[in-house]
């Protein structure tokens, strides 16, 4: 009877795992929307500090999140009466990537307006990512997933031994190649191929 139990137990949890793995699928193009802001915002932020003064750079940031979050409120009101597996293990996601984002938000905005943004911010910024990769790929089985974690550590100690220009350009290359290219692959390939 408590092994019978046990296996319900252990059958139920898998397909929880199951579940959440294909609900990241969707994720791509949020990492998709979100990193190709970011990237533009980055390099016109170098543009504007290295190159030509356009605009004070925290108008740059504001539109660009601007733009990001009124593509979430569109997401979200386009599925939010369509079938969704929204089990216990996305929710802990979704709360880790929004706290993530909510965290990098106030401390750019806040802290550019504020005028403390401390050399080293895209490194810390690098960190959050960190974080939130790898625990998402530990949680949801995706080894990939999980190793962007890593990409994002050794970014950050390549952005703490980098001035605050060169450390723009390099943020974008690593927003590049560890959230842009990762959402279109999921993107493309969609949770019917895992």
Not at 52 to 80: D, H, M, N, S, T
Not at 168 to 175: E, K
């Amino acid at each position: 009877m408590v092994e019978k139990k046990i296996r319900e137990d252990l059958t139920v949890i898998k397909q929880i795992m199951i579940e959440s793995r294909q609900n990241f699928y969707n994720v791509g193009i949020h990492l998709v929307v979100w990193g190709g802001i970011v990237i533009l915002a980055l390099l016109l932020t170098f543009y504007n500090l290295s190159i030509k003064y356009l605009l004070p750079e925290y108008w740059i940031w504001l539109v660009g999140f601007g733009l990001a979050w009124i593509f979430e409120f569109w997401q979200y009101k386009r599925y939010q009466h369509g079938e969704r597996v929204y089990n216990k293990l996305n929710r802990i996601g979704s709360t880790l990537w929004m706290s993530i984002l909510i965290t990098m938000m106030i401390y750019g905005i806040f802290g550019g307006v504020g005028g403390n943004l401390v050399e080293g911010g895209n490194g810390i910024i690098a960190g959050l990512l960190a974080i939130g990769y790898f625990v998402t790929g530990e949680v949801i089985e995706m080894k990939w997933i999980k190793y962007l974690g890593f990409g994002w550590w050794i970014g950050i100690i390549i952005l703490f031994f980098s001035p605050n220009d060169l450390g723009i350009l390099i943020m974008a290359i690593l927003m590049t190649l560890l959230q842009f290219i990762p959402g279109v692959i999921l993107f493309v390939k969609g949770p019917k191929n895992d």
